[in-house]
């Protein structure tokens, strides 16, 4: 097997369709190990895993920090509360201090856009992006194409709409990203406040029609709205994002066949979408979950194997 040709994963701009596709293939071989009665293997004993993550996290940390538990890889988990941040340390300084410790791999959620990218000029471990403020979230984003690659088969001529906070969101541009390379059809559905204009150049739709992204789509990839990064006045209330976007049962039920509907989390229910829908046969959002973990597994294994046979 060639080694995999990458040292980070920062984002998904740089990856190939056959990068991403040995990703989900390797997952795909962790999805195995999960199901197992004892869901181990030594494949990464030895390699130090330090989770950094500088903003609020359910699903990506427990399920990086469980990839590596799985992997039998040491971890060890830093939250910026309490930490020497608060002193006046500056992410650098922490993140070298942290490595002199002898780390191998840093796992990084930060508020700022391109945070891990400096750091991959600075320090010799293994980088993964757990999301960079509304830039890239890579990891997201491949677990969402492996569920509709095990839903789907084949992603190409797959026609996907990702609805909602497009501005403020990093999952949407590592799925733009993934997606396309995997030959899916993507568009874009929200008002115009919260639709960059710049999207048009990434070769994606836009339309400010929920009826219309219904329509014309197979699988809807619902976001949150994320109120702590907007200013104030995208849209006149909450009420009102729910009346013209919200993703309702209603709504759903004028399409010709059930679409498949896909969402990150954390859910805000009632107003990006409604109970109904979310707990529904149709809503793939708790395998997104489980496939996290697989895929997190892979990317560790992928990312790390060359460092481990070194
Ligand atoms: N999808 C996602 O990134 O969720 P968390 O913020 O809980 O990690």
Redesign the pocket.
Known sequence: MNPFPHKHLLGLEDYTASDITRILDTAESMREVLDRPIRKVPTLRGITVVNLFF???????ISFELAEKRLSADTVNFSSTGSSLSKGESLLDTVQNIEAMKTDVVVM?HRSPGAPHFLSKHISSVIIN??DGAHE?PT?ALLDILTLRQKFGDLKGLRVTIVGDIAHSR?ALSNIYGLKKMGAHVKLCGPATLIPRAAETLGVDITHSIEEAIADSDVLNVLRLQLERQEAGLFPSLREYQKYFGLTRTRLEKADKPLTILH???INRGVEITSDVADSEHALILNQVTNGVAVRMAVLYLLCGAKQES
């Open positions: 903003e609020s996290s359910t699903r990506t940390r959620r757990a999301g979230h997201q999952v990150p989390g954390p």
